[in-house]
């Protein structure tokens, strides 16, 4: 698939916003997704966002979408010592019948106290 | 609701020799995918299959990879004969029939090491 790029690594202090980015390149994709992996344990979907939308809000997390530039953020509000993990940014990859994902190498997140 | 469940968690073999990777998804969920992650990058899609039909298997290293979906419900993903570079978790996925904001969720993935 095509390239999503990702930034490889964030520090914030704990109580501070974190800003993860990514740019995508296949403008065709139809969702672009987030998902978090902790230390040995398997990828949990964060959220997603549908391409005709800009902006998405859950509780913390806000993402926002500029489809024009192929960008997608996340921003995580009020950031705590358990959001230390690799975020993965993800694009759907329309097939016949079923929409796998094509994603980034993954941003570490680390919070320090 | 069950997760996927994938097994063995781990595994530790020698270059040259096979290894099997189960994955039971969850109920109802018609489309399954497996990926292969290596240490430091984003999981890479190696098949995906609807029911018991593949619907891509376009990254699969045929030569040494194969996967079955027999019954439309649980999928074996085999590597014979293994690499070196073969080490890495191969993560199970599945998903309902596509349709508006397809969720895929994941399993803990089976952690292989070749030596």
């Known amino acids: 698939g095509e390239d999503v790029e990702q930034s490889l690594f964030l520090s914030v202090r704990e109580g501070d916003s974190s800003v993860i980015n990514c740019t995508y390149t296949?403008?065709?994709?139809?969702?672009l997704y987030w998902y978090k992996q902790e230390p040995g344990a398997g990828l949990q979907l964060l959220t997603y966002i549908f391409s005709n939308m800009d902006m998405k809000q859950d509780q913390r997390l806000t993402v926002l979408l500029n489809k024009k530039d192929k960008h997608l953020s996340l921003r995580i509000a009020d950031t705590q010592t358990g959001d230390s993990a690799i975020y993965f940014c993800?694009?759907?990859?329309?097939?016949?019948?079923?929409?796998?994902?094509?994603f980034g190498k993954g941003t570490s997140l680390l919070v320090t106290p | 609701e069950a997760g996927v469940a994938q097994s063995p968690r781990y595994k530790i073999i020698e270059k040259r020799q096979s290894v099997a990777f189960w994955c039971n998804p969850i109920s109802g969920h018609a489309t399954l995918y497996w990926y292969q992650q290596i240490l430091g990058q984003g999981p890479k899609l190696l098949i995906q299959?609807?029911?018991?039909?593949?619907?891509?298997d376009s990254q699969l290293p045929k030569d040494r990879f194969s996967a079955e979906r027999l019954k439309g419900v649980d999928s074996t993903l085999k590597i014979q004969p293994a690499k070196l570079e073969d080490s890495a978790v191969y993560l199970c996925?599945?998903?309902?029939?596509?349709?508006?904001?397809?969720?895929?969720?994941f399993g803990e993935g089976s952690w292989l090491t070749v030596v």
């Open positions: 299959f609807q029911n018991n039909g593949v619907v891509d």
């Open positions: 996925a599945s998903s309902l029939v596509p349709g508006g904001g397809n969720t895929i969720y």
């Open positions: 296949d403008s065709s994709s139809t969702y």
């Open positions: 993800a694009e759907s990859m329309d097939s016949n019948s079923g929409y796998a994902l094509n």
